[in-house]
């Protein structure tokens, strides 16, 4: 099932893939889903980034095997670096290098902590597309990656969910700069795979409906600059698009 929010002239709305359509439902997190009569044509249709989480985390070194080596941890993004499909990622030009970070994001539907592996299905909503964008230079000055994870426009989801995926240990994802593939990995890749990284989560933090979790980029990063144009495809869940904008001299991104 493939989930979305759309913009409408009444706001932003919910709404389930229906054909050729988006049918509009009274609450994404529901079960089951509750339609309300609405239909809104798919072609055409703008997405905005599919949730509003109020918690963003994403996995810290979990890029490789070698990791493995290492107990897992997690950092925390502010959830007003969340932005959808298309909408600009702001670079202050004093950050230093960005990179782009194509990654498989879980979904959360429901209020949870200490979630085990045979709970995991229950309290996932689905998968989406993911840019852990980050500012590279600036991750030796700050361990806790502050000052690294949370420029504006920084956490790109989209561009819908997907509730359900052939696998998890095994997305195919590839980054687009400018037209050109610079990156092709999987989520094989990582050291710690989705439902051990949201296990380790939920030990120490309470997450709920619509909250995040980047997963980790297994070799899926990409120096971008201003003007640059970011895909990110990942195998089920389709291709999220962003174009990279320089901040005015005040660092600010917001329009």
């Not at 429901?110 to 998968?127: K, M, N, S």
């Amino acid at each position: 099932m493939r989930l979305a929010r759309i913009a409408t002239d009444a706001g932003p709305v919910p709404a389930v893939a229906d054909g050729d359509d988006w049918a509009v439902v009274v609450d994404l997190f529901a079960r089951p889903l509750v339609r309300t009569g609405v239909r809104v044509p798919q072609d055409g249709a703008r997405l905005l980034a599919p949730v509003e989480p109020a918690v963003v985390l994403g996995m810290a070194h979990n890029s490789g095997p070698a990791d493995r080596g290492v107990p897992p941890q997690a950092f925390m993004k502010s959830a007003r670096t969340v932005v959808g499909p298309g909408d600009p990622i702001w670079l202050d030009e004093r950050a230093g290098a960005v990179k782009a970070e194509g990654e498989l994001t879980l979904v959360v539907r429901t209020t949870c902590r200490h979630v085990t592996p045979d709970q995991f299905a229950d309290v996932v909503l689905g998968w989406t597309i993911g840019n852990d964008v980050t500012a590279v230079d600036q991750v030796p000055l700050d361990s806790l990656f502050t000052q690294a994870k949370n420029g504006d426009g920084f956490t790109p989801v989209g561009p819908w969910i997907e509730t359900d995926l052939s696998t998890l240990t095994d997305v195919r994802i590839e980054v687009d700069v400018d037209g050109a593939r610079v990156a092709t990995s999987s989520t094989a890749g990582l050291a710690w795979d989705p439902v051990e990284a949201f296990c380790y989560v939920t030990a120490h933090v309470t997450l709920g409906p619509g909250d995040l979790l980047l997963t980790g980029a297994p070799a899926t990063s990409a120096i971008v600059v201003a003007g640059s144009t970011t895909a990110i495809t990942l195998d089920g869940l389709g291709t999220l698009r962003n174009v990279v904008v320089a901040a005015d001299r005040t660092g600010k991104g917001a329009p």
